[in-house]
C-alpha cells in the first residue's frame, strides 16, 4: 500500500475502495501493523486474527455504495460488548469475561462489513478523565513523544488509534465528557449525540441518566456521516428514541448566514492561556464574517460551579447501583469465603482500583436514606436548574460555543482524578452536554507547542444537522480538518 490510505477521512477511504485503488486486506494489514507498533498503550487486545478473516472474505467483492464502512478497519472501546471476544471495561474484575452478544452499534458496524481490528484501553469501567486508571496502566498523548502528557478519558484508547491514524474512526462512551475532552487533547473530532438517539444496548452502563454511545472521526462530514449508520431505533434498547430521524445527518453545506450562537461568558472568563483564547476569538470573527450572530451572554457562575460536584453525585450514585452485580458470583473472579458478603467483599476489593472505589463509596453513601435528600436529591435538583439555564439560552440560540477545556493537554503531574475542593468552570462546562442530552461536538480549532486544543458546539435536542453546519463552517477556517500525528507538520 504505497498510499497513506488510514490518513484519509472515511469518505475518502470508501471513495478509494469503490475505485479499486485499495483492498479491504491492505488497509486491515497495514491498520494492525499500526497498531502492534503503537507504544501510547491505545489497545486492550488487538483483533489480528480475526480481522484478517473479515478482510480477506471481503476481498474481490464489489464495494456497495450504501456501505460506507465496507471493508475499512475501525477500533471500539473496551466498554462495549463484542460476542466471543473478552471485553473488560478496563477493570480487573471482569478478566476473561467474554460475552454472548454483540452490542447493537457493533451489530450495525458489522452490518456495514466494517472490520473491527481492535478493543481499545479507558479508564476503568469508563470511570475517570486522565486515561491513567485502567487496569493496562497509563495511555500517553500521540503527539508527545516524551510521554509527559495524557490524551484523556474515559475513550483515552479510541482517541489514541484515530489520532495516531491507526483507524479513521473509533467508538467511545461519554458521560461527562469522556470522548469531547480526549478530542480536544488529540486534535480530533469528538461528537456524542442527543441522548438515545443510539442505542446503548450492549454499553456497560456507568451512568444511564448521562451515558452517551459516542465516537472520534478526524472531519465534521465523518462524524455526520457514521451518525447516519447508528442513530437507528433499537427495541433493545428502552430508552432509544422514537424521534423521526432525517433522510441524512449529512445534508448542510456549512452556511451559517444569520444563525445564532451563544458564548458563555462566565467559561471564557475563567480560561487564562492567551494563545488558546486568541484562536477562539479568531474562529468568533470567521464565524461572524461567514454572517453568524454571536453573543456573549451570562450564566449564573454557581450553577457553573456546582456541574462537576452534581455530576460527581448523581454518576457515582448510578454507578453503585449498576455495578452491584459485579460481586464475584454474577459477574467477575470468585476469590473464596464462607459467605455471599465474603465473597463479594474478596471480589470487589480485589477486583476494583481505589478509584472505583471512591466513587462507590460517595454514590452508597449518597443513596443512603436519611443521605438522599442533603446529597443525590439536592444534585438532581442542581442538574434541574442547570438544564434550565441552558434551556433558556438555547431557547434563543442555536448553538452554545466555547473553547472544550482552558489548556492543551495537561501533564500527568498536573492532573488527578481524584476530588477536589476547587471546580474549575472551563474544565467541566461539557457535562452540560450529558445533564440536558444535548448534542454535542468538540472539532480542532489550534495548535500550542506542538499540542492541539479544540473548542465545543452544543446544541438542542435532535438538533445534530444545525451544530454540524456550525462545526462546518468553523472547520472550513482551521486547515485542521484530517489531522493525525503522521500528517500534521509543527
Do not use: C
Amino acid at each position: 500500500m504505497k498510499k497513506d490510505y488510514l490518513s484519509l477521512t472515511i469518505l475518502e477511504i470508501h471513495d478509494a475502495l469503490v475505485n479499486k485503488e485499495v483492498t479491504p486486506l491492505e488497509l486491515t494489514l497495514e491498520a494492525l501493523k499500526r497498531a502492534k507498533e503503537n507504544n501510547d498503550n491505545a489497545f486492550e487486545i488487538i483483533l489480528e486474527e480475526e480481522a484478517i478473516n473479515k478482510a480477506k472474505s471481503l476481498e474481490g467483492k464489489e464495494v456497495p455504495k450504501d456501505k460506507l464502512m465496507f471493508g475499512i478497519p475501525y477500533a471500539a472501546k473496551d466498554n462495549f460488548s463484542t460476542k466471543g471476544i473478552e471485553t473488560t471495561g478496563g477493570s480487573d474484575i471482569l478478566n476473561g469475561y467474554v460475552p454472548l452478544f454483540d452490542a447493537t452499534v457493533i451489530k450495525y458496524l458489522n452490518e456495514q462489513d466494517a472490520i473491527l481490528i481492535g478493543k481499545t484501553t479507558l479508564d476503568e469501567l469508563a470511570m475517570g478523565g486522565t486515561g491513567t486508571s485502567g487496569h493496562k496502566g497509563i495511555q500517553y498523548n500521540p503527539y508527545d513523544l516524551t510521554h509527559n502528557h495524557l490524551i484523556g478519558g474515559s475513550s483515552s484508547g479510541s482517541a489514541i488509534s484515530v489520532a495516531s491514524a491507526i483507524v479513521p474512526f473509533a467508538l467511545g462512551s461519554d458521560t461527562g465528557d469522556s470522548v469531547r475532552k480526549p478530542a480536544s487533547f488529540g486534535g480530533l473530532v469528538g461528537f456524542k449525540p442527543t441522548w438515545g438517539l443510539i442505542s446503548r444496548f450492549g454499553l456497560f452502563p456507568f451512568a444511564p441518566s448521562l451515558d452517551h454511545v459516542a465516537y472520534f472521526t478526524r472531519s465534521i462530514d465523518d462524524a455526520s456521516s457514521m451518525l447516519d449508520i447508528l442513530a437507528k431505533y433499537d427495541e433493545n434498547d428502552s430508552t432509544n428514541t422514537y424521534h423521526k430521524r432525517p433522510e441524512t445527518y449529512l445534508s448542510y453545506d456549512g452556511n451559517v448566514k444569520g444563525k445564532k450562537i451563544a458564548v458563555i461568558k462566565e467559561i471564557i472568563d475563567s480560561i487564562k492561556d492567551k494563545d488558546l483564547l486568541n484562536s477562539f476569538n479568531k474562529s468568533i470573527e470567521e464565524l461572524r464574517n461567514d454572517g453568524a450572530v454571536v453573543d456573549f451572554v451570562s450564566m449564573d457562575s454557581n450553577l457553573l460551579k456546582a456541574i462537576y460536584p452534581a455530576y460527581i453525585v448523581i454518576s457515582s450514585s448510578e454507578a453503585t447501583s449498576n455495578n452491584a452485580n459485579l460481586d464475584g458470583i454474577k459477574f467477575g473472579p470468585n476469590y473464596g469465603g464462607n459467605t455471599y458478603e465474603e465473597v463479594m467483599f474478596n471480589a470487589r476489593t480485589k477486583g476494583f482500583s481505589n478509584l472505583i472505589k471512591r466513587r462507590f463509596v460517595l454514590g452508597s453513601y449518597a443513596l443512603m436514606s436519611e443521605n438522599q435528600e442533603e446529597v443525590f436529591l439536592k444534585a438532581q435538583k442542581i442538574r434541574r436548574l442547570i438544564v434550565e439555564a441552558t434551556n433558556s439560552i438555547l431557547k434563543e440560540y442555536d448553538a452554545i460555543y466555547a473553547l472544550a477545556s482552558p489548556t492543551t493537554a495537561p501533564k500527568f503531574n498536573e492532573s488527578s482524578d481524584k476530588l477536589s475542593s476547587t471546580y474549575l468552570i472551563a474544565d467541566n462546562w461539557l457535562g452540560i452536554g450529558n445533564f440536558g442530552g444535548y448534542p454535542s461536538v468538540t472539532l480542532p480549532i489550534g495548535f500550542k507547542d506542538g499540542l492541539p486544543f479544540g473548542a465545543n458546539l452544543t446544541s438542542k435536542p435532535f438538533d445534530e444537522i444545525n451544530m454540524f453546519n456550525i462545526a462546518k463552517s468553523i472547520e472550513n477556517h482551521t486547515n485542521l480538518k484530517n489531522v493525525s500525528t503522521l500528517n500534521y507538520k509543527k
